[in-house]
């Protein structure tokens, strides 16, 4: 491993050592003197952050947080999915922090899935939810594109019990072969609404979030209707979507990607963020507009709004958490994947965008 730096967290990250090596991924060692991280940042919802692995191996093309990196020395971004670091002593370092008295909502995997893959092998996640049930009166966000959150359902219970805990389940499409070229490993998106499904049955508030939205790609009214449909099939708790956020890191990365798959996108994307990572004001307004009014088609709510931090701990959840809930046909949750291949060849819904947008959704 190469870094720029030996200070600081790069530093920890200098002293971590291999634990696992892939063909795809390396595994290290993060040696770390804290676990929760203060968001400074007043428009998001929560005060806190935990993400208990540095690096994604699921490889979404538009990721934002590729730039976090870059605070371990480590410049590449394409090094953001084939070099992941899970914490060290994880739980023993929240359950320290949390007995020192922690106010306002925490939010699990803000930068990076704390269900990726790597979770199966060293469950730095499920240390950090064993935290939790140490605690009670916090509000808790966990969000993932994994259905493995369901290995921790008896977990989940137990902090819901005590917590205001909810889960959000990303889903930016629910055609799987466009899921699988924009997020090449994560799990398909009719195995992720089935992941909302169950949780709900156990009384877990859990929502779905399209985020990002990728202009042109899946902000027509078709991808976003389907989605909508499907987080009302399964009882989401709610369902948003916002617009790409382009740092310039993640730039580097999506942009060569674009002119590969998506060619006839290329000179778009780069006026739509022409100033900046922010979408431009006028497209904003326009998504906005056709989220809430595909929102109020299917009666869906825009956020799970967290309880006052001086609230009671919730009533356990119902029902048994060792019930299986009903099934539902999950084939009737994908779309075809020749949607896809129409995408990529610069016809159906992508290619109709522009006409799309003169229409109301």
Request: with cysteine; hydrophobic share 35%; charged share 25%.
């Amino acid at each position: 491993m190469t870094t720029r730096s030996s200070v600081g967290i790069a530093a920890q990250a200098a002293r971590g050592a291999t634990l696992v090596t892939k063909r795809r991924v390396e595994y290290r060692s993060l040696p770390s003197k804290s676990i929760l991280n203060r968001c400074a940042n007043p428009r998001m919802p929560f005060r806190w952050t935990i993400n208990p692995y540095r690096g994604c191996e699921i490889g979404c093309h538009y990721c934002y947080a590729v730039y976090t990196h870059k605070y371990l020395g480590i410049d590449d971004p394409e090094r953001f999915t084939s070099l992941v670091f899970s914490k060290v002593k994880a739980r023993e370092l929240l359950e320290r922090e949390l007995h020192r008295g922690v106010k306002g909502p925490i939010a699990i995997g803000t930068g990076t899935d704390p269900y990726q893959p790597a979770e199966r092998r060293f469950e730095t996640t499920r240390g950090i939810l064993e935290a939790f049930l140490t605690v009670s009166g916090h509000s808790i966000g966990i969000t993932t594109k994994s259905d493995l959150v369901l290995r921790d359902i008896d977990l989940l219970g137990r902090i819901a019990a005590r917590n205001d805990l909810r889960v959000n389940v990303t889903v930016t499409t629910m055609d799987d072969a466009l899921a699988r070229l924009l997020e090449p490993r994560a799990v398909r998106p009719d195995r992720r609404m089935e992941t909302v499904r169950q949780l709900r049955w156990r009384g877990i508030p859990a929502g779905v979030f399209s985020c990002p939205v990728l202009p042109l790609i899946t902000d027509t009214k078709e991808v976003l209707s389907a989605v909508a449909a499907q987080a009302k099939r399964v009882d989401a708790s709610c369902w948003t979507a916002n617009p790409l956020f382009l740092q310039p890191s993640a730039r580097k990365r999506l942009m060569p990607f674009l002119e590969r798959r998506f060619p006839h996108l290329a000179a778009r994307y780069r006026s739509h963020y022409r100033r900046g990572a922010y979408v431009s004001a006028g497209y904003m307004e326009w998504l906005e507009r056709r989220v809430d009014r595909i929102r109020r088609r299917y009666g869906l709510a825009a956020t799970i709004p967290f309880r006052p931090e001086t609230a009671e701990p919730a009533p356990p959840v119902q029902p048994s958490l060792f019930e299986e809930p009903p099934r539902v046909d999950t084939g009737l949750l994908r779309r075809p994947a020749q949607t896809a291949a129409r995408n990529c060849s610069g016809r159906g819904s992508i290619g109709a965008a522009t006409a799309s947008r003169r229409q109301a959704a």
